[in-house]
Structures are given as C-alpha cells and as structure tokens.
C-alpha cells in the first residue's frame, strides 16, 4: 500500500486538481492508495490570519469563503458540503474576538479547517470524476499527538488504531487531512507549519506502507531552493541522514520531523513534481549509494537568533555548561547549534518564544547577549565525512565573495558544515556556495 501527499499547490487550482486525478487513478486499485492532503495553497495562512484578526476584535472569513466557492465551481463542487464548518468557524472567530485572546490551542483549532475543507472537496471531485473517494479527518482514523499545539508529535501507540481504521475503508480512496490530529484529550492539534509531509509518513508508518510519495512543485529536493538559485538541479538520490537534515535545516520542501517515522519502518520516501509525473524526483532510502558529490544540497533558514553566554568565573567549572542548557530544556527552547571557547558559549535558536525568560534565568549567574537578523545555511552530503577540503571549499567560496561568517558548526554525524551569516547575505552565500559545487 501506498501513501501519496499532496501539497497545498498541487490541491490549489482546477488544472493541478486534475493532474492530481490521473496520479492517482494511475495507482489503479486493491488497495487504493491513501492520499494525504494539504489546505488549498494560501488557505492556512488566511486562516491564521484571520484568528490573529479576531483575537484583536475584528475579522472576516470573506476571503475564505471565496477562495473555496471559485475553486470548487472550477471543479464542480458544490461549496453546500462544507457550509456547516464555515459557520462553526464563524462561531469559533467570534468567540475569540469577544475574549480578545488567542491561545496556541485555539490557533491549532482555527487552522485546522483548512485541510478538512479541502479533503471534502477532493474527495467529491474525485468521486465526480468516477474514482470512489471519501474525505477523512486523520483524528477519525485514531491520530493522537502530545498537547503540544502548533507543532505536535504523534504518539505511535495509536498506530495499531489508524491501521485498523484505514484498512477498514474498502473500495474506496481514503482523502485524509494533512496537518491536523487531537491530543488524548480531545483537542485538536497540528503538527507544525507544513506539517502535511509529517502526516504523511506518519500514516505510512502505521500501515507499514511499501512507500510514501511527497508530491509537491518542483522536481524532488534540489541542490538548493530554486527561488534562490536558478541553477538548482534535482537529486535523484538521498540518504534519509541527508534528507533529515537538510529538512531540518531549513530546506522548505519537506517539515523537519517528516523522515523520523519513514526511519523506523525503513520506507521509502519520493519527492516528486504534480505537475511533471514524467520526471523521477527525488528517491530518499535508508542508506545512499556509495560515490556521488560529497556536498548534495545546501539548505539555509532566516530568523536565527545567536545566544552568547559568558561568565569568566564558572566556564571552566564543571556542571556550567549544563546548567545553561537545563535553562533552554526547561523553557522548551530547543537550541541548534552550540559553540564554545574558553569565556563563552554561544548557541542558536530559531524563535523568541520563552527567550526572555531564558535570558533572565542566564543572567542571574553569566552576561548574556543576543544577537538577531541572522542566517544558518548548511552544506549537507554523506561524502563530507571522507572528503577531506570541503570545508575549505565553502570557507574559500565565502571568502571571495566577501561574506563575513559568525559561529561554524561541523555536526556530530558529520555530513554537515553549518554557519551563521547574517540574513541580508542569504541568498549571495547559497550562491556561491552552489556555483563552487555544482
Ligand atoms: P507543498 O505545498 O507541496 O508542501 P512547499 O511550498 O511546502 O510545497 O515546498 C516546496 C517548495 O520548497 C518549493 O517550491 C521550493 O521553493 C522550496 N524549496 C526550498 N528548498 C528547496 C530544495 N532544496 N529543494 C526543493 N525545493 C525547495
Ligand atoms: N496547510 C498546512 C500549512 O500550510 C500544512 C501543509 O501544507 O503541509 O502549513
Ligand atoms: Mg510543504
């Protein structure tokens, strides 16, 4: 059995729709695959917004409305089947907007109308056009997550349930919401920002599918975003290491957490392209193949914050550098790269949420200092552990280019060299990075 995602453009105009149609009719059935999908694109951002706009007195779903009416008129649907969310929506919007109050557990709820509006629709467009289909909301097939509203993990003792539930839907396309699930108390959760690719292997774990399939718009992951080098060229191959990381360093195409369940189960992951099935995408498996370019992707993310700690009088003393850290677990703020010398320690993270309170915490035995605006671009590629001057390949390229680089990190797997730039020198970094290797 397969699972097939589909992105927020693949499912966000009547021309991609199709294209969405024929991939999966293309799957043929016994068994149909299960298709994941996202909001139509554009959709959750409105909806955040508009929970923003109701938290502070005043908001809208017109542009909401809208958006959905002209789509599923294209495809011919009728906008009736999905009336009765908007108006619990419009129930929900206004309730906020009385209390003035917006929590991450309210956001979680308001954004996840997206993906169950758009399954419904697919789900009637694919029936329309002949192919059985049914829309499902992921927590009706059993998906459980922590309470961590906004981005959720999932509890994998309720794989055995979502199994048993998918299996049960016979005959027919299962259309199931990306993004969303609900706690162990019932509150709806998501899974974070994009959070539809971690669905999809979620549920591709809990099936012990044969593999999952990312379809999205470009070709697979490339050697770097595309909007920023015009160059980029697709990787036909990638180690789930490499894919993790480059995830997780910023490369947008796939939600940081998406390989983890993929891992355990050893399953295949393709990235390909709606609206070019003809090409190969990217095939991510449990180990690549040996030889290929020791760099494969260069992957960057903006709004770093750089976290320097000093204290002359304990850094040498044993225990400081875990009681900073015990500072940052206990504010929940995950840090990403650390480096130290002999007076300081320095450590980024990618939020200011609970960083003042961190910081206080800090101060109380160190001098703190907090630097914003930067940027970590990573070079990431098994064949950096053997190669030896990779490093001073990047280090030289950035040198020509005359872009300063603060804090350098070479990861414990060793199939990374990150570094902090600051976020104007972006996208010059990536391409000269990209113009070195490739
Ligand atoms: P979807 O809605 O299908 O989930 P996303 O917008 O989340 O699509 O991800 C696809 C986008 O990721 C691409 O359009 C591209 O601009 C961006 N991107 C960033 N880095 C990369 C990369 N290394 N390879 C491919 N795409 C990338
Ligand atoms: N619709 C959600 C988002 O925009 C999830 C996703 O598209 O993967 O973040
Ligand atoms: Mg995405």
Known sequence: MKVLKFGGTSVGSAENLAKVLAIVRGEGSEPYPVVVASAHSGVTDGLIAEARAAAAGKYSLGKLRDRHRELWARIGVDVALIEPLFDE????????????????????????????????????YFAKEGLPAVAVDAYDLGLRTDSRFTAANPDPSCYPEVRRALRAIKGKVPVVTGFIAKDAHGNVTTLGRSGSDFSATILGAAIEADEVQIWTDVDGVMTADP????????????????????????????????????????????????????????????????????????????????????????????????????????????????????????????????????????????????????????????????????????????????????????????????????????AKSVQALHTVFW
């Open 227 to 426: 909007r920023i080098v015009k160059e980029a060229k697709s990787i036909p191959v990638l180690s789930i290491a490499e894919a993790s990381e480059l995830a997780y360093y910023g490369a947008k195409v796939i939600h940081p957490a998406t390989m983890l369940p993929a891992i355990e189960r050893r399953i295949p992951v393709v990235v390909k392209d709606t609206s070019r099935p003809h090409l190969k995408g990217t095939t991510i498996l449990a180990e690549s193949p040996a030889g290929g370019a020791p760099v494969k992707s260069i992957a960057y993310k903006k709004g770093i914050i750089l976290v320097t700690v000093a204290s002359t009088r304990m850094l040498l003393q044993s225990g400081f550098m875990a009681k900073i850290f015990e500072v940052f677990a206990r504010y929940d703020l995950s840090v990403d790269l650390v480096a130290t010398s002999e007076v300081t320690v320095s450590v980024t993270v990618d939020t200011d949420r609970n960083l003042d309170a961190v910081a206080k915490e800090l101060r109380a035995f160190s001098d703190v200092t907090i630097d914003r605006g930067l940027a970590q671009v990573c070079v990431v590629g098994e064949g950096i552990r053997e190669r030896v001057g990779v490093a001073a390949q990047v280090f030289g390229a950035l040198e020509k280019a005359s872009i300063p680089v603060r804090l350098i990190s070479h990861g414990g797997t060793k199939i990374n060299i990150s570094f902090l730039v600051d976020e104007a020198a972006v």
């Open 89 to 124: 929506l419009d129930d929900l919007l206004r309730g906020l907007s009385l209390v003035r109050e917006l929590t991450p557990r309210s956001l979680d709820l308001v954004a996840s109308y997206g993906e169950r509006w758009s399954c419904r629709g697919i789900a009637a």
